[in-house]
C-alpha cells in the first residue's frame, strides 16, 4: 500500500488530518470518521502510542469504535498481553465481561501496564465480543530469545536499523550501556516484533496495539509483515508528541497524530544526581514507547 503521511495535531475532538497518497494531493481531513475511510482500506492497521499518554489512549478508543462501527474491526491485537493471558481474554469476550476489577483479575494483568490508561480499552472490546490477542513474549520465550542472535532482525534491518535500535537502547540508559546488553535487548526487540506481527497478521481486519517504536515502518513490525506477505494491505498510525513532530516521521509511519505531551520527571538527571539508580531508569519513562524493552 503506498501511502504517504497522515499529519494529526490537536485534541480528540477534531483534529486537524492532513492526508496524501501518490496520486491524491494533499486535503484536510478533521473527524475520527474522516480517518476511519482510509484505515479501512488496510488488511491490518497499527495504533502506535507513547504507553504514558493518556490522549494517545483516549484517541485510539475512539478509532476503535469507529472502525468496529463500519464492521471491519474484526480482533485487537495487545502488546500488553502474552500467551499466558490468552485464556483469561477469551474467557472475557466469550462472557461480554465490562467491570475493570473483575477484568484485570481475569487477565492476571501486568503492573507494569498503567490499567486506568488500557483498562477503558480492553473493558470496550470484551464487552463488544470483539475478540483480544496476546501479541508479546511470555518469559520463557524472552529467555529464549536474549540467548539466540537476532539473524532476521540483522537481515531485514541492516546496519543502520541495528544501530538505530542500539541507539535508542543507550538514550534509555542515560547514554551508557554494554554492547552485550545493547545485543541482548535487540534479540528481544526482534523477537517482540515478529510475535506482533504474526499476531497483527492471524486475522485480516486486526488492529495492533503497541509502543510507537515498534509501529515504525523503517525499523518495527511493518517490516516483518511485509518481508512475509510482501502484498499486505498494511497502515501504521503512529501517535507522537507535539514536540516530537518532524519531517521524518513521515518515513517511520504512514499517519502520524501529533498530541499534547505528559510532563515526565528527567531520569537521568535524577541518575546523575544520585536520586535514582540507573537499574529503574532504564525502566522508566526516559523513552515511553520502549520503556519494556529497556527491562532485563
Given at each position: 500500500m503506498?501511502?504517504?503521511a ?5 485534541c ?15 486535503h ?25 499518554n ?5 484517541l485510539q478508543?475512539?478509532v ?6 463500519r464492521g471491519w ?13 490468552q ?13 475493570l ?5 481475569m487477565?492476571?494483568?501486568?503492573k ?22 496476546s501479541a ?11 540467548a ?5 532482525g ?14 535508542q ?5 542515560c ?25 497483527l ?7 495492533l496495539?503497541?509502543g ?8 518495527g ?6 518481508a512475509?506477505?510482501p502484498d ?20 517511520q509511519?504512514?499517519?502520524v ?12 538527571a ?27
Open positions: 503506498t501511502t504517504a497522515l499529519v494529526l495535531s490537536g480528540a475532538a477534531k483534529p486537524a488530518v492532513m492526508f496524501a497518497t501518490d496520486s491524491q494531493p494533499e484536510s481531513i478533521g473527524t475520527v470518521s474522516e480517518l476511519a475511510d482510509q484505515l479501512q482500506k488496510a488488511d491490518y492497521v497499527i495504533l502506535g502510542e507513547r504507553h504514558d493518556p490522549e494517545h489512549h483516549a478508543k475512539e476503535l469504535v469507529e472502525l468496529y462501527k474491526l474484526k480482533q485487537v491485537a495487545m502488546e500488553m498481553l502474552v500467551p499466558s493471558q485464556p483469561g481474554a477469551d474467557l472475557a469476550v466469550k462472557d461480554r465481561v465490562s467491570d476489577t473483575e477484568l484485570n483479575t487477565l492476571s494483568w501486568e507494569g501496564w498503567d490499567w486506568e490508561l488500557y483498562g477503558p480499552i480492553v473493558s470496550w472490546a470484551t464487552s463488544n465480543g470483539v475478540p483480544l490477542k508479546n513474549l511470555d518469559k520463557g520465550e524472552l529467555v529464549t530469545a536474549r539466540n542472535p537476532a539473524r532476521l540483522n537481515l531485514l534491518l541492516g546496519e543502520e536499523g541495528v544501530k538505530m535500535h542500539k541507539d537502547f543507550k538514550a534509555a540508559h547514554g551508557s550501556i554494554p554492547a552485550d546488553r545493547a545485543e541482548t535487548m535487540l534479540r528481544v526487540q526482534v523477537g517482540r516484533d515478529v510475535r506482533m506481527a504474526a499476531s497478521t492471524e486475522m485480516k481486519g486486526t488492529v496495539l503497541a510507537s517504536w515498534h509501529a515504525r515502518k523503517d525499523i513490525v511493518p517490516r516483518y509483515v511485509l512475509n506477505d499486505a494491505k498494511i497502515l501504521a498510525l503512529g501517535f507522537t508528541e507535539s514536540t516530537e513532530v518532524e519531517a521524518s516521521n513521515s518515513q509511519y504512514d499517519i497524530w501529533a498530541t499534547a505531551g505528559v510532563e515526565r520527571p528527567d531520569y537521568c535524577m541518575f546523575k544526581n544520585g536520586t535514582m539508580s540507573k537499574g529503574v531508569v532504564s525502566k522508566k519513562a526516559k523513552a515511553p514507547e520502549q520503556a519494556e524493552t529497556a527491562q532485563p
